[in-house]
């Protein structure tokens, strides 16, 4: 049986270090505060909000959530957003995606004061990234390395794979791995959906990265057994176990691969919960960085 890599054990020890943060900026007389933003009417990006709201709270980080009607308008969200940028009392704004259809998210992201940008998702923070000195780091990848590091696998010089180029995960994630630094320093496959005979790269992984959205993408034949597996999809399966009901999957066949691996992220339990950790610790580093020099300018 795989080591299960516990992300809601990390998350916790985590969390823990950031309560004692907040507490000492409090101390200062800093409150630390995010705002969420949403528009329209998502399901899974109510769920994730209101996830990162509740984990706000337990760590004494004030959060606030602006709900924008579905067909507002690119730019009044522009203008609401770069007002939101420029409150002195809020250190992170995060702006949920998908954004619809109409709104062009690029347009958006660029409006983000980048001292603010928590997700680390303005051209400037991947800027900062892609050069090997991050300001925010992306929250599912800081998160992907906590766990690593958590768990003491070492990157150095080894195959990874990491199957999945979205900007919020693979393209950052292949970034950070491959960087000169600890951790890092790891020799960097990055797949996609153009990828051809993807069991035959995936296979060659000793740490093997899946955010290709998309259910059960990764069989148990895609894998070595020497492979440490981690999971970022979130997807929705019927329950065997509950007939009528549903449950959570990822992008790998867990049952499978639970067998056969070295190690493996659970889903729920492994990158989610990290994913909401590391928001809030960029949130944390915001307000620790103090008030922002002069305002960026769009
Ligand atoms: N949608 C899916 N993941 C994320 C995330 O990490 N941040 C934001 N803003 N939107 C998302």
Redesign the pocket.
Known sequence: MAQILDGRLVAKELKARLRQRVEELRARGVAPTLVLVRVGEDP??GV?LRAKGKACKAVGIESRLVHFPEDVSGDTLRAEVRDLCREAAVHGV?????LPAHIDEDEIIATLDPAKDV?G?HPHNLGLLCLGSPRFV???PLGILRILDYYDIDLDGRPVVVVGRSR??GRPLANLLSAKRTPGNATVTLCHSRTRNLGDVTRGAEILIVAAGQKGLISAEMVSPEAVVIDVGMHREPDPDRPGKERLCGDVDFAALADRVRAITPVPGGVGPM?VAC?LENTVVAAESGPPGPRHQE
Do not use: C, E, K, R
Request: hydrophobic share 55%; charged share 5%.
């Open positions: 899974a990006s994730y995060v702006v949920q995606l998908p997700d998702f992306p929250a599912t919020i995960v994913t928001l």
